[in-house]
């Protein structure tokens, strides 16, 4: 079963150790959130705006950002396997210490994009 979250606001979140498992989020912005320790899996993010969010220490697993606005997100020693970013904005975004195995970035916008330490390797 496959949960979907669209047109809507999430606004002045902050939790811990939140699991999102089979989710589809669709149009929905994100707004002085902050979800550390995250835990996705089966994601897809489409046209939402994460700016700003904070998914540090995140485990990020066959996840896809599509068409998303993710200027300024922080992705600090975020755990990346099987991600996909399609034509988003990412401007300013920080990865700092960042794991990846098997990411793909295709048609998106990383300028000033922090990767200061970070691990990215294709197998």
């Known amino acids: 079963m496959i949960l979907l979250i669209h047109d809507c606001l999430i606004e002045n979140q902050t939790a811990a150790k939140v699991t999102f498992d089979k989710v589809i989020f669709k149009n929905v912005t994100f707004t ?6 995250l835990e996705l ?3 897809i993010f489409e046209k939402c705006d994460l700016s700003n969010a904070d998914f ?13 606005k993710m200027i300024g997100m922080n992705l600090t020693t975020v755990t990346l396997r099987n991600v996909l970013l399609d034509k988003c ?10 794991n990846g195995k098997h990411v793909i970035i295709q048609d998106s916008f990383l300028s000033k994009a922090d990767f200061y330490h970070s691990t990215l390797q294709k197998n």
């Not at 002085?32 to 320790?37: K, M």
């Not at 904005?89 to 960042?98: E, K, S, V």
């Open 32 to 37: 002085e959130t902050s979800l550390t320790g």
């Open 41 to 43: 899996t089966d994601v």
């Open 56 to 68: 540090s220490d995140a485990i990020i697993h066959r996840t896809e950002f599509r068409e998303c």
């Open 89 to 98: 904005l990412a401007d300013y975004a920080t990865f700092r210490y960042a």
